[in-house]
């Protein structure tokens, strides 16, 4: 048997053609936003452990903790909140309450 058959089988060259590692975590991501947008999420804006990453010399989890932290702040929310009354009301949108 030569090297190009592995029991009676001739082995070829081939090309992969499967998708990157890069390019399947890209499908999941956007399969997941798919998923939450049916369920009324709003994900057209999203953060990421790399936006902080890319800037400061941290762990994932601090990434993560440093995010935690300022999307929770109450004065977020709270301006969060006021635009979307503000956008709602320049929107013509009646309040239900």
């Not at 956007?30 to 049916?38: F, G, I, N, Q, V």
């Not at 452990?49 to 109450?74: I, R």
Request: proline share 1%; hydrophobic share 40%; aromatic share 6%.
């Amino acid at each position: 048997m030569n090297e190009n058959q592995i029991n009676d089988i001739e082995v070829h060259n081939f090309v992969d053609l499967s998708p990157s590692k890069e390019t399947m975590m890209a499908i999941n991501i956007e399969e997941a936003k798919k998923l939450l947008r049916s369920e009324g999420y709003f994900v057209d804006a999203l953060w990421s452990t790399s936006d902080v990453t890319m800037n400061y010399n941290c762990t994932e989890v601090q990434a993560n903790t440093v995010l935690f932290e300022v999307l929770t702040e109450d004065s977020v929310e709270q301006h969060v909140s006021e635009m979307i009354h503000h956008v709602a009301k320049i929107m013509n949108l009646k309040s239900r309450d």
